[in-house]
Nanobody, 125 residues
Framework: QVQLVESGGGLVQAGGSLRLSCAASDNTFSTYNIGWFRQAPGKVREFVAAITASGVSTAYVDSVKGRLTISRDNAKNTVYLQMSSLKAEDTAVYYC??????????????????WGQGTQVTVSS
């Protein structure tokens, strides 16, 4: 079983930046596609971004394109979400998830094999 641990969340002013990390305890991490999701208070969890196991392909929800960048370092068993030009509407708990099947289709639908516990991101306006 892959354990995922998110970190890097916090309080930031609108227009600021944060980098979230998703670290795994398992050396099979490099065989998993990884996605980032978020859930704001009173809202359903939504897909934010994803990256294939190799790191070659990425996908983003339209609302974050140009502001958030997903990347990975398989040598460190870590995926990153660089967040810039943050807005109040980016406030949410951010989760990472791992999926081994296919490319990014399942992650886009919110389907994954393993989930982390989440990290809070709060953007003050």
């Amino acid at each position: 079983q892959v354990q995922l641990v998110e970190s890097g969340g916090g309080l930031v002013q609108a227009g600021g930046s944060l980098r979230l990390s998703c670290a795994a305890s398992d050396n099979t991490f490099s065989t998993y596609n990884i996605g980032w999701f978020r859930q704001a208070p009173g809202k359903v969890r939504e897909f934010v971004a994803a990256i294939t196991a190799s790191g070659v392909s990425t996908a983003y929800v339209d609302s974050v394109k140009g502001r958030l960048t997903i990347s990975r370092d398989n040598a460190k068993n870590t995926v990153y979400l660089q967040m810039s030009s943050l807005k109040a509407e980016d406030t949410a708990v951010y989760y990472c998830a791992a999926d081994r099947q296919g490319l990014l289709g399942r992650l886009r639908l919110g389907i994954a094999d393993y989930w982390g516990q989440g990290t809070q991101v709060t953007v003050s306006s």
